[in-house]
């Protein structure tokens, strides 16, 4: 129900950011950050609808009200101070962008992108799922997403300037894959190496971004 329910606000997120109040902040802690984290959990919930995270060098406050899938997972929820605690904050390699785990279960989380330059943006990654790599491009103008589903492994390539996912082909395989690694080879092409399911022979793939698409993005 809870992915149904995530699924279903999805289509919500452009329109429901409120630019007047920025949706993630950012602050310098004013003592050391070890000492913060043994007076505080983490992460903890600063005030309603304020969420507060202490990483390795910096406080993130996510204010829900502008993140509208995060606000309505925790108004959906019966303990929102045991949701928030099982969420997990990262930083990734490109400086601006965030990964907030949620809504996890023993072997799944849903999965939001966020982006702390303005305009304030998030994006629902996927749902119900382990996110096991991010990996972003040479020139970092996009990442792709090696997601376990479960039943087998999968990907999705997200362009940063449109803040979309975009297209490379071929797809994934239709038979169940263990992707093992995932390498860019330049700006448009990936090399995936993976094993098939259940005989595990090792295969590798090279997909590339759909030319009629890269067009698109390039007017």
Do not use: H
Not at 80 to 108: G, H, P, V
Not at 144 to 169: H, Y
């Amino acid at each position: 129900m809870k992915k149904i329910i995530i699924v279903s606000l999805i289509l919500l997120i452009g329109c429901s950011n409120q630019e007047s109040e920025p949706m993630i902040t950012k602050e310098d802690p004013d003592q050391p950050i070890d000492e913060l984290l043994d007076q505080e959990e983490i992460p903890q919930e600063k005030e309603d609808p304020e969420v507060e995270f202490i990483l390795e060098d910096e406080i993130i406050t996510l204010n829900t009200d502008n993140i509208t899938i995060l606000g309505a997972y925790l108004n959906t929820v019966e303990n929102r101070d045991r949701a928030i605690a099982n969420m997990k904050l990262e930083k990734l390699e490109l400086d601006r962008l965030y990964l907030l785990s949620f809504n996890c279960s023993s072997t799944t989380c849903s999965y939001l992108l966020l982006d702390r330059n303005e305009p304030n943006r998030s994006f629902l990654i996927d749902d119900l799922i382990y996110l096991k790599e991010v990996i972003p491009s040479p020139d970092q103008s996009n990442l792709v997403f090696i997601l376990d589903e479960l039943q087998g492994d999968t990907w999705k390539v997200f362009n940063l300037e449109a803040w979309d996912t975009v297209k490379f082909e071929p797809p994934p395989p239709a038979e169940d894959i263990n992707i093992q690694s995932a390498e860019w080879l330049d700006e448009e092409s990936i090399i995936i190496k993976y094993q098939q399911l259940p005989d595990d022979n090792e295969q590798e793939m090279i997909i590339t971004e759909k030319q009629e698409q890269l067009f698109d993005l390039e007017d």
